[in-house]
């Protein structure tokens, strides 16, 4: 009965709440610890995996009780064993434990304005699956954009169940305002859609017969929508971005991702900060100039009309359609013709440092992550950026050696892995949830 | 030994950490469960008070400890018995337990740019003593300024002691940036003030021998200097906000606080959120325009340029350093000669929806509160404020019912409140501090 009444938490305590023990039964409290080992598990340096003697010592559970929820998380296949060390002292060869790999896998789905597609991640957060198209959906039909996408995933989810695998949970990352968990989307100004039911399309997608696949079964339709999850595609990047940096003092950073629309997510001490609605991080929509040119939202003088690639590259004078490689392109010729892309990058950076001075001097938070498709130009924009920060932010002379402005480590299509691992995490927090459901 | 162990946080556990109960001592465990059991009296409604029963109940302690604790409390003087009520069903009549008046008292401190001064609350939130001088202290000396009102705190201590009261604690509220909890401050643009060191002009006004004062004693020093902490006045005044809300679902909103600066509180689910450094908040220096006036901070076209009440009141054509009652004045004349005060009202309105309008598409809180010297303009500004609101905040058709301009209940000097409530706060949830202090 210990665990259940430990804090494992480091945070105080409030008042007010009744005694948890006296509604805990053993079986919650079963689960509660078989969580608490798997989330140790998971939390480990890959370069120091625990052994069952170092779970009990860092959970406080004795060494059997410790052996019995390891031997469940194998069964599971949550857990793999790796080779036993040499043991430090006397006794048995210490058996390190790991995350299993290709066992319980996480989808991550994304639309965004040039680009559709998924990703597959297991729980060593190694991609095992992955497809993406390249095409311009601007006012795209939401229904035949997501049906084909999801029945894309449904493809890949059989095809990884064939091979053992089981797909948890699927994440679909949207340009957008989506309600939590499931939707509707709100409002996905660059894509033109609005008013999107997400988890009826995803329903039809997942139980519809289809030539070539095996008939849905109540498995398949289970993790690809009843463990859906919705989100802005920021809020899904800096949590990839959070994966990348591992783990040590909880990071703090706003992660820009730049596309046709410019996104942001507030993470703070290692979390993400998405607001009363979900919806925070709009720093698109940030005023560089209340007199300037209309966007897509309605109002005037949005930071992603300076910034955004589509008004990158449109004032460098390349078609509006070519998209950022058109302007990485012409940076990298040796010609000096690449005044106007200088310019275009000049003004971009201006603005957004415009807007992050702004974000800056409201949540202090001094370091900006640069992902998406603005993440090769960081260090043309930085200079320009941080001239602005310096200028603007009123803690700059205390604070300056923290403006710092950093290309993401997450790579491109980081909203999709951060989409599969918020999947997964469902399953790290809560692993005695696969024991109700049929095995794959 | 069970209430440690018991989890009153509602919040899920972290693995990892030790078992708390392995290194609790009996001497740790009274301690918390005194601060248990005076933090659920201090946060029950003032019309429904509780007993020991109701708080044996609320707490999960047995009514043997719960008498024991409230004794203690009771003889530390933070506690009062009320008149007992009769009894629901058999049985002694209920004795209603509420804080103490005038016993424990909590010194809220401010120097802003047009006045300074102090307050002092007890733990039923009354003002016991209160002291406000309007004066000019733009391009002060900090020295001089807080030198006179910390020798002024320190009289106002020692009538309250003569008076069986005990000073717990000192808060220090100051338009700019701070070190937390106490200093140096930074900056405060609008005062001219940087790198001041409080806590050594805090000591020497402390132990100064003064003509008048009774020599300084340790217990008056320690309250004044070692229980000191300097924040951002906007940070303090929406403590006192949320204090004025009283219990209920926690709140999230953005508490802006007008002067000749505009600062700003996120108050995110009952917290006031500080950011990194403790600097969050300063939406006086989002860009309006970023070709606008020079502002104190060195920057160009801060929204204090505009909607500061420096800025409104030159705008209306009065003496810049009329203050903004001036306005008020004018604005309360039958006669029609207020167009000019309209207009800086009209400028200020859209300068404040265009800062408000880039914070809510960032943090996603919609509700506005106006405090400060702004407070009494509030209803002619909202109009402006949430037309700028309704047309640039993204997700403004879906939270449009959430986008409100309030004006703060706290009153004039909300920020001396917040920061004695502050004061009294480190009591409330430690109230054994007390015990080791040599009673006033």
Redesign the interface.
Known sequence: M??L??????????????????RATQDSLRK?NL???F??IM?ADPSALLSRADLAE???LTKGTVSALVQQLIGLALVAEGPPEQPRGVGRPAIPLAPAGRTAVGLGLEVNVDYSGFRAIDLTGAIVAEQVERENFRGSDPEAVLGRLFRQARACAAALEAEGMRIVGTGLALPG?ADHPQGPL??A?NLGWSETDIRSIAEKAATAREPGLPAPTQTKTAALVAYLTVDNEANFAARAELLCRGAGRPA?FIYLSGAVGVG?A?VIGGQV???????????G??????AGPRCA???RG?LEQYAGTRAIVRAAGLPADSGIDSLLDRLDRPAGDDGPCQAALTTAARALG??L???V??????ETVVGGDLMPLTKRLAPGILAELR?????A???GH?LVVRPAKSGRYAAMTGAAWHALSRVI?DPASLLSAPAA
Not at 285 to 290: A, L, Q
Not at 361 to 366: A, H, R
């Open positions: 210990a665990l009444n430990t804090d494992h938490s480091g945070l105080s305590r409030r008042p007010g709440a009744r005694v948890a023990a006296d509660h969580a608490v080992v989330t140790t939390a860092r959970t406080g305002l709100r409002l100004p703090s942001a507030l900060f998405s607001g009363g609605h979900g919806w925070a991080g709009e720093i929509h940030t005023i560089v100039d209340p939202c309605g109002a949005c415009i807007a001075a702004s974000a001097n409201l949540v202090d938070i001094p200028e603007r932010v009123v803690a002379r205390w604070i923290d927090a």
